[in-house]
């Protein structure tokens, strides 16, 4: 299976600030990687896809980038409805795998 | 609108099988560009994967789950279906129905539903 990991796992901000999560895959992925966005009691959403694809619909203060190991979702100015948890996934290949997820704190 | 909607016992007991089902509106599940899947969160924790099927009726499982679970599809009805066998306390979670291409992410959830596993 290919393991994802977030980093962090917490992350404390002010509304306008700029926030980068970062993701790490246990082998290559080449770029199939999404982004997701959970509020508490809701589904997650999602975001981006392959890497750096914003879904049509979300705000483009949303970014991804990256492939291969190593990716990044950033906030460019975080809104007050920004706070929630993010999930990254890799859907290269069949266990589609998670990350542990990163709670996005007010600060 | 494309919708899914998980329905199902909220509580099933030890030991026994856990049955979901997702109903699919607003888009037929025989779309040969979609897979249909199934995702857990225990409470307080993170996503996992369960498995998918094609309309065809060709299935991915989640090697951690595959000896227990069970998905299939119903054209005629528009659902699919997770059986989950053996139940612990450990697989109580909320359980999601979700639309992914391939390859391509989860485009699409249900809303998701609470399974406690209890006595």
């Known amino acids: 299976d290919i393991q994802m990991t977030q980093s962090p796992s917490t992350l404390s901000a002010s509304v306008g600030d700029r926030v980068t999560i970062t993701c790490r895959a246990s082998?290559?992925?080449?770029?199939?990687l999404a982004w997701y966005q959970q509020k508490p009691g809701k589904a997650p959403e999602l975001l981006i896809y392959?890497?750096?694809s914003l879904k049509s619909g979300v705000p483009s203060r949303f970014s991804g980038s990256g492939s291969g190991t190593d990716f990044t979702l950033t906030i460019s100015s975080l809104q007050p409805h920004d706070f929630a948890t993010y999930y990254c996934q890799q859907y290269n290949s069949y266990p589609y795998t998670f990350g542990q997820g990163t709670k996005l704190e007010i600060k | 609108q494309l919708q899914l909607q998980e329905s199902g016992p909220g509580l099933v007991k030890p030991s026994e099988t856990l049955s979901l089902t997702c109903t699919v509106s607003?888009?037929?599940?025989?779309?040969?560009?979609?897979?249909w899947g199934w995702i857990r969160q225990p409470p307080g924790k993170g996503l996992e994967w369960i498995g998918s099927i094609f309309y065809s009726g060709s299935t991915y499982y989640n090697p951690s789950l595959k000896s227990r679970v069970t998905i299939s599809v119903d054209t005629s009805k528009n659902e699919f279906s997770l059986k989950l066998s053996s139940v612990t306390a450990a697989d109580t979670a909320v359980y999601y129905c979700?639309?992914?291409?391939?390859?391509?992410?989860?485009?699409?959830w249900g809303k998701g539903t609470t399974v406690t596993v209890s006595s």
């Open positions: 082998q290559s992925i080449s770029s199939w």
């Open positions: 979700a639309r992914h291409g391939y390859p391509a992410p989860m485009d699409v």
């Open positions: 392959k890497a750096s």
């Open positions: 607003g888009g037929s599940i025989s779309s040969s560009s979609y897979y």
